[in-house]
């Protein structure tokens, strides 16, 4: 079975420091991963998936295989960057197309 | 402009009522699917279609059914059998191809049950 773990409801930061929401996956394949984000009152969009390997926004997130975990990170925090966050995983033939997300993390940046 | 267009933005229903949420796209896509977003719970997958005429049963089906006979058009019926219709309701489309490049997602369907 697939499955996605955000063991973080609620993240808080200050601007300027490190942020990193986890991200942990359950699956026997090769799956593809991906980040959505939700701003206040915007639709879901894609932030970024693994297999691009690409710096959205100044957000990284790296696939760790033996650890299952693709967690996103950002070096410095902005205000802006206050959102939802949700992990999402697809995987297999069958299954390529379906996306199953984990629980989201409300990020919230304190100035 | 393409992309996906989810009406109505509110809807209210009383009990045992059937309700049917419309989701339209113009991306030319053709996979089609219907999730349902509660806090604490983020997304689960009601049903999905990866082509006309076809469509399979997602996480949560129960209580809801759909139909695919156009391309472009992917609607939702929440029917008084779903025991907890009330809820924010988002359809996504994506091309179909071997790997997955993502979703579009619609800008959502609130639905409250009164």
């Known amino acids: ?31 593809e991963l991906f980040w959505y984000v939700q701003y206040s009152r915007q639709r879901l969009q894609l932030l970024l998936r693994h297999i691009s390997r690409e710096s959205i926004k100044g957000f990284t997130a790296d696939l760790n295989k033996g650890e299952t975990s693709f967690h996103l990170k950002k070096p410095f925090a902005q205000e802006e960057d206050s ?5 999402a995983l697809s995987g297999g033939i069958q299954g390529a197309q ?12 304190n100035p | 402009d393409g992309g996906i267009t989810q009406s109505p933005k509110y809807l209210f229903r009383k009990e045992g009522q059937n309700v049917t949420l419309s989701c339209e796209q113009n991306l030319n896509h053709d996979a089609m699917y219907w999730y349902r977003q509660d806090p604490g719970q983020g997304l689960r997958l009601i049903y999905y279609s990866q082509i006309v005429n076809d469509f399979q049963k ?14 472009e058009s992917f609607p939702l019926t929440v029917t008084s059998a779903q025991k907890n219709p009330t809820a924010f309701y988002l359809c996504a489309s994506s091309k179909r191809q071997r790997r997955n490049y993502g979703y579009t997602f619609g800008s959502g369907t609130r639905l409250t049950v009164v």
Do not use: H, W
Request: charged letters at 25%; aromatic letters at 12%.
């Open chain 1, 1 to 31: 079975a697939q499955r996605v773990t955000q063991p973080e409801k609620l993240l808080s930061v200050f601007k300027g420091a490190p942020v990193e929401l986890k991200c942990n996956y359950s699956y026997s394949g090769s799956p």
């Open chain 1, 83 to 87: 959102a939802m966050y949700y992990c």
């Open chain 1, 98 to 109: 379906k996306l199953v997300f984990g629980q989201g993390t409300r990020l919230t940046i």
């Open chain 2, 58 to 71: 997602g996480d949560i089906a129960e209580g809801y059914s759909v139909s695919r006979e156009k391309k």
